[in-house]
C-alpha cells in the first residue's frame, strides 16, 4: 500500500511583525508517520504545529490535509486534533467530559460516544477515572487524558506540543514508549514538537530539524544524527568536535581533506562547493582510544575526563586543539586513562563529515 | 509578645467595626421601633407601628388595610437592580474578555480607563445623563428623530441606564481577573475539539468565569439595591425605590421611625443575598 501524503507544507512564511519565525518551509508528512519538528526555542517549531492546528495563520504559502486546503479554515473545521504542552484539560469537567467534548460537538449521538469514551480511557488506562476532575491527577496522568481526549474524535492528524516536557524525567522516558505504541496501535500521524534531541531520535519515523526559521535537514533519526547536511544540525543533534579542514580536492560527494592534525585522508561531505577551507564533524564516540585506534592515527593528551557510568567522557589535545572523545565502559573495570597520560587517538575516513558552511 | 500583637493589632478593625457599623445599626434598630417625633426624629416609645406601616395602612375608620405599594417599591427595586446586574453581566463579559486578550501594555490602559469614571463625582456622572438623555440631549435628539414621543427622561428606563453606568466597572474588573486567569490554551483547545467560538464562549470561558461573575454581581446587586442618585435625578422622584423611601422618610416625611425600618429590610435583603453566595462558594469549595 502506497503511503499518502497527511500534511503538505508548502513554501510557508511567518511575519510576527518584523520578526520572521518562519522563512518558505516546505515539506510532506506522510501517512501514518510519526513526524518529528526538532529545533531550538525560537525556530519556528511551535509556529509550524500552530499553524497546522489552525492556531495561527501563515503570512504566506499553503497548508493542506489530506489534499485539502486548511490554512485559512479556523481550528474547528480542521479534522487535526492537539495535545498541548500545558495539557489544557478543561478544570470543570470530569475526565469523561473532557474526553466527549469533542465528540459533542462533532455531532456524536449519545451511545457511540459512552462508547468511544469508554474505549479512550481504557487505551490510556484510566478507566478508573472516568469520574474524577483534573485537578486531582498526577501530572502523567493528566497527560494521558490529554491524549485520550485528543484521540478520541479520531482525528485525520495528532499534533503534539512538548508534551513530555512537564513529566519528570523516569515518567518521561515510560511515556516516549507509551506515545510510540498509542501510534503503531491506532495508525494515526503524529507530528510531535520537542526540543529535546534524545526524545526526537528515540520516537520518530522521520525528523525534521528547523533552525532559525528555515529547514535544516529532513530525515530518518540515523540520517540526521550520521548524515548532518550542515553545521547547525551536527552541532544541534549529539556532541560533535567541529575541526577546521582544507578540501584538497573533490570527487562527487567524497573530498580530499588535510587536517590541522597534519592528516590527509579522504570523507563524505555536504554542501561544500569547491576546494578550500572547510568544517569537519567528528563524532566524540567515533574516535578510538590505544587499542581502539584505528584508521587515521595520532597521539594527544588527556585533559580532563568525565565519568557518565556507561560512558566516559575525555578531553584530549593534540596540535593545540583539543577534541572529545567518548569511551563506552564496556567492561566493569574497563581501563581508565588519568589525566597527563598521552594516549594514541584514532578514527576511520568514514567516520567523518565535511560539511559546507 | 506576638500573642499581644495578634491581640492589639486588631484594635483598630474593632473599633472600626463597632464604631461605623455596629453601634449605628443598632441605632437604626432602635429606631425602627420607636415612636415617630412630631417633627422628625423620633420618642422613646416601644411600637411595631413602621413594621405595619411596611404592609397595611390605616383606613377611615382605624381598620387596617392590606397596602402593597410599599411592596411595589421593593418589588421595584429588586426587579431593577437585578436588571442592573444582569445587563452589567452582559455588557462586562465581551468588554473584559476583549481587554484580556490585549497585550499587557493594552491591558493596564484599559483597565484605567474603566476604573476613570470613579475619579469624577458619582454626581456629575448622573447628572450628565440626565442630559444627554434629555429632550436636547445626544440620545434623546436620536430618539425623537426615530420618531420617539414624549421624553426617555423620569422613566425606569432611565434609571437602570444611569444604573448600569454607574455600577458595570465594578462587574468588569473582576470578570477581567477571571478571564485573564484562564490559560490561553484552554481557549484553543476549545477550537481543537471541534467547538464553534460561540461554544468555546457558553461550555469553557462562561463555567470558568463563574467566580467572577458572582462576585460582580454581588458588587452590582448590593448597592444597585440601595442606590439613591439615578431615581432621585433621572427617575425624577416618580419612580420610588427602598433607597429613596429611606432618604424620603429620614428627610421631608420625617418618619424616621418608618425610614428606619425600610432600611432593616433593605439590609436583610443583602444579608441573604450574601449568605446565599457564601454557600454556594461553598460548597463549590467543598466538592473540589
Not at chain 1, 513530555?164 to 515518567?171: E, H, N, P, R, V
Not at chain 2, 472600626?16 to 416609645?45: C, D, K, N
Not at chain 2, 392590606?66 to 468588554?95: E, H, Q, S
Not at chain 2, 454626581?123 to 436620536?142: C, E, K, P, S
Amino acid at each position: 500500500m502506497r503511503r499518502g501524503e497527511a500534511v503538505e507544507v508548502f513554501n510557508v512564511s511567518k511575519m510576527f511583525g518584523t520578526y520572521q519565525a518562519l522563512d518558505q518551509v516546505s515539506f510532506t508528512i506522510k501517512e501514518n508517520e510519526f513526524f518529528t519538528l526538532l529545533g531550538p526555542s525560537g525556530c519556528g517549531k511551535t509556529t509550524l504545529l500552530r499553524m497546522i492546528a489552525g492556531f495561527e495563520r501563515p503570512s504566506e504559502g499553503s497548508i493542506s490535509l489530506f489534499g485539502a486546503e486548511i490554512a485559512s479554515l479556523p481550528p474547528h473545521k480542521r479534522h487535526v486534533n492537539t495535545v498541548f504542552q500545558s495539557y489544557a484539560l478543561f478544570p470543570h469537567m470530569s475526565l469523561e467530559q473532557n474526553i466527549a467534548f469533542g465528540l459533542e460537538n462533532l455531532g456524536w449521538a449519545k451511545a457511540k460516544r459512552q462508547a468511544r469514551v469508554a474505549e479512550m480511557l481504557e487505551l490510556v488506562h484510566m478507566s478508573d477515572f472516568a469520574k474524577r476532575r483534573p485537578d486531582q491527577l498526577s501530572g502523567g496522568q493528566r497527560q494521558r487524558i490529554a491524549l485520550a481526549r485528543a484521540l478520541a474524535p479520531e482525528p485525520q492528524v495528532l499534533l503534539l506540543d512538548e508534551p513530555l516536557s512537564a513529566l519528570d524525567l523516569k515518567l518521561r522516558q515510560a511515556m516516549r514508549d507509551e506515545l510510540r505504541a498509542l501510534q503503531r496501535k491506532t495508525g494515526i500521524t503524529f507530528v510531535f514538537v520537542t526540543h529535546d534531541q534524545d526524545e526526537a531520535l528515540d520516537m520518530s519515523d522521520r525528523i525534521c530539524v528547523l533552525g532559525q526559521g528555515q529547514i535544516q535537514q529532513i530525515g530518518t533519526p540515523s540520517d540526521i544524527y550520521e548524515e548532518p547536511q550542515n553545521r547547525f544540525v551536527a552541532d544541534f543533534i549529539g556532541a560533535t568536535n567541529f575541526l577546521e579542514a582544507e578540501v584538497v580536492s573533490l570527487n562527487g560527494d567524497q573530498a580530499q581533506i588535510r587536517t590541522a592534525l597534519g592528516l590527509e585522508f579522504t570523507a563524505a561531505q555536504k554542501g561544500v562547493q569547491g576546494p578550500g577551507a572547510a568544517t569537519m564533524s567528528l563524532r566524540p564516540e567515533k574516535i578510538g582510544l590505544e587499542e581502539q585506534a584505528s584508521g587515521n592515527v595520532f597521539t594527544g593528551t588527556i585533559r580532563s575526563r568525565n565519568y557518565m557510568g556507561g560512558f566516559t567522557h575525555y578531553a584530549v589535545e593534540t596540535a593545540g586543539i583539543t577534541l572529545q572523545v567518548s569511551r563506552r565502559n564496556a567492561l566493569s573495570h574497563a581501563e581508565s586513562y588519568d589525566i597527563g597520560r598521552e594516549v594514541k587517538l584514532g578514527f576511520r575516513d568514514e567516520s567523518v563529515r565535511v560539511l559546507g558552511q | 509578645m506576638r500573642r499581644g500583637f495578634r491581640f492589639w493589632g486588631l484594635v483598630p478593625a474593632w473599633v472600626l467595626m463597632l464604631g461605623t457599623l455596629l453601634i449605628p445599626l443598632m441605632i437604626v434598630a432602635i429606631v425602627s421601633v420607636a415612636q415617630r417625633g412630631a417633627y422628625g426624629g423620633f420618642e422613646w416609645a416601644f411600637t411595631l407601628e413602621p413594621y405595619r406601616q411596611i404592609l397595611f395602612s390605616v383606613g377611615w375608620t382605624d381598620e387596617l388595610e392590606f397596602d402593597p405599594k410599599y411592596l411595589f417599591v421593593i418589588g421595584r427595586t429588586l426587579v431593577l437592580a437585578g436588571a442592573t446586574t444582569l445587563i452589567c453581566m452582559m455588557l462586562a463579559l465581551p468588554v473584559a474578555y476583549v481587554i484580556a486578550t490585549r497585550t499587557p501594555r493594552m491591558k493596564t490602559v484599559l483597565i484605567y480607563l474603566v476604573t476613570l469614571p470613579f475619579w469624577v463625582s458619582m454626581i456629575v456622572r448622573v447628572y450628565a445623563w440626565l442630559i444627554i438623555l434629555g429632550n436636547d440631549g445626544f440620545v434623546g435628539r436620536i430618539w425623537h428623530a426615530l420618531g420617539g414621543q414624549g421624553t426617555l427622561l423620569f422613566t425606569p428606563g432611565a434609571m437602570l441606564v444611569g444604573m448600569v453606568y454607574s455600577y458595570i466597572p465594578l462587574m468588569v474588573l473582576p470578570v477581567f481577573a477571571a478571564i485573564e486567569k484562564l490559560d490561553p490554551a484552554l481557549l484553543e483547545a476549545g477550537g481543537d475539539l471541534y467547538a464553534s467560538r460561540w461554544t468555546t464562549a457558553r461550555r469553557v470561558i462562561l463555567p470558568l468565569t463563574w467566580p467572577g461573575l458572582a462576585a460582580g454581581s454581588i458588587l452590582v446587586f448590593v448597592p444597585a439595591l440601595g442606590t439613591v442618585l439615578e431615581p432621585m435625578l433621572l427617575g425624577g422622584g416618580k419612580q420610588m425605590m427602598m433607597g429613596t423611601l429611606i432618604q424620603t422618610q429620614f428627610g421631608s416625611a420625617r418618619n424616621w421611625p418608618f425610614g428606619a425600618a425600610i432600611a432593616l429590610v433593605l439590609m436583610v435583603m443583602v444579608v441573604i443575598v450574601l449568605v446565599l453566595n457564601a454557600r454556594r462558594a461553598m460548597r463549590k469549595e467543598a466538592r473540589s
